[in-house]
């Protein structure tokens, strides 16, 4: 069975600095890997997404993830955060259908 | 093109009530899952449905139902409701069963007292 867990339930950076947001996942074939932001009262944005092509994925708002086989992760980076990148961030995998099985969540927090 | 609308919206029920809750996929969307969401377990997948068949499953008793319409509209029920039911159900849609997209509606917010 396929899942991920990712590090961390809280982060907080300074603005401006880099945001780091680690997840890992478990699977036995090949996965599909996505992060989503959720917003207070919202629904979930997708903000990018591994199918197998490019390791290195390259999301909305210079949001960017990569794909490491050999260390099983999917670590979302952007290199400058802005306060409204506060948020709620999910890692999720799926094995190619629509059993979409998510992380516990990272709630990103900036600070001025 | 509109997004993934849910409604209500908000709705307070009591337990051992049942609850009905409705999404509207995007316009074109043939497949709609449900997930549920609360502090406790974080987002967990209830059902997947497409062209009006149910695809896939999560782990949950079976007073989670759902059903799908011919305009790929969705409805989840909750009978005999719970303390434990009260979540944000979520709503997604994507074009086609097993496709690796899907767009999020804002969600249902139930509490139940």
């Known amino acids: 069975a396929q899942s991920v867990t990712q590090l961390g339930s809280h982060v907080s950076v300074s603005e401006g600095a880099l945001v780091l947001l680690r997840c890992n996942y478990s699977s036995s074939v090949p996965p599909y890997l996505f992060w989503y932001v959720q917003y207070p009262n919202q629904g979930l944005q997708l903000l990018l997404k591994y199918t197998s092509a490019a390791t290195l994925v390259k999301g909305i708002n210079d949001f960017e993830a990569e794909f490491k086989k050999s260390e099983t992760s999917f670590h979302l980076t952007k290199p400058s955060a802005h306060m409204s990148d506060a948020a709620e961030y999910f890692c999720?995998?799926?094995?190619?259908?629509?059993?979409?099985?998510f992380g516990a969540g990272t709630r990103l927090t900036v600070k001025p | 093109k509109a997004g993934v609308t849910q409604t209500p919206r908000y709705l307070i029920k009591t337990r051992g009530q049942q609850v009905t809750l409705s999404c509207s996929p995007i316009s074109g969307h043939r497949s709609v899952s449900w997930y549920q969401q609360t502090p406790g377990q974080g987002l967990q997948f209830l059902f997947e449905y497409f062209s009006e068949t149910q695809r896939n499953k999560g782990n949950f008793p079976g007073r989670f139902s759902g059903r799908q319409f011919s305009n790929s509209r969705s409805e989840m029920n909750v009978s005999t409701l719970e303390l434990g039911d009260s979540a944000l159900y979520l709503c997604?849609?994507?074009?086609?069963?097993?496709?690796?997209?899907?767009?999020f509606g804002p969600g249902t917010r139930l509490t139940v007292l």
């Open positions: 999720a995998v799926s094995l190619h259908n629509n059993d979409m099985r």
């Open positions: 997604a849609s994507s074009w086609t069963s097993g496709s690796y997209e899907q767009f």
